[in-house]
């Protein structure tokens, strides 16, 4: 085992998991597709981590305005009202130091890059799985 700032980690086969945490990990889920959000939320709590639910830009900004911090968010690229990269600028612009993951469908080079452009520390595929989970976590003890 080894021990890391945000908890003690356990490798095992392909994934890494995080337990006894002495803080949790607080983590913002902004994604419109109720399935997508069910998926993320399950994954994100399995490693320990307290998740809230947005369920497009415009909330995620207003729980910010409204003095909610998080470790990291995870936002969608395609959303009604305020779409992912409208959601990251306003954020940035804020001064909001969390960790922004981009998580989309789109695979286009082009997409990704304007997304990430907007701000994001990082950018994925949907949907999320255990191994792309553990290296976001690992990255944020990093940060």
Request: hydrophobic share 45%.
């Amino acid at each position: 085992m080894e021990k890391m700032g945000f908890g003690t980690v356990t490798s095992t086969s392909k994934t890494m998991k995080i337990i006894d945490t002495e803080k949790k990990i607080s983590v913002l889920i902004v994604e419109d597709d109720l399935l997508i959000q069910k998926i993320h939320k399950a994954m994100m709590t399995k490693f320990g981590t307290e998740v809230q639910l947005a369920a497009n830009g415009k909330e995620a900004v207003d729980l910010f305005l409204s003095g909610a911090y998080f470790d990291l968010i995870l936002t969608d690229l395609e959303m009604p009202i305020m779409d992912g990269i409208e959601a990251t600028k306003q954020l940035r612009s804020m001064g909001v130091t969390s960790m922004i993951v981009g998580v989309t469908s789109r695979n286009q080079d082009s997409e990704i890059q304007a997304f990430m452009n907007a701000g994001l520390n990082a950018c994925y595929v949907k949907p999320l799985n255990a191994e792309k989970v553990t290296v976001v976590l690992n990255e944020l003890k990093n940060i």
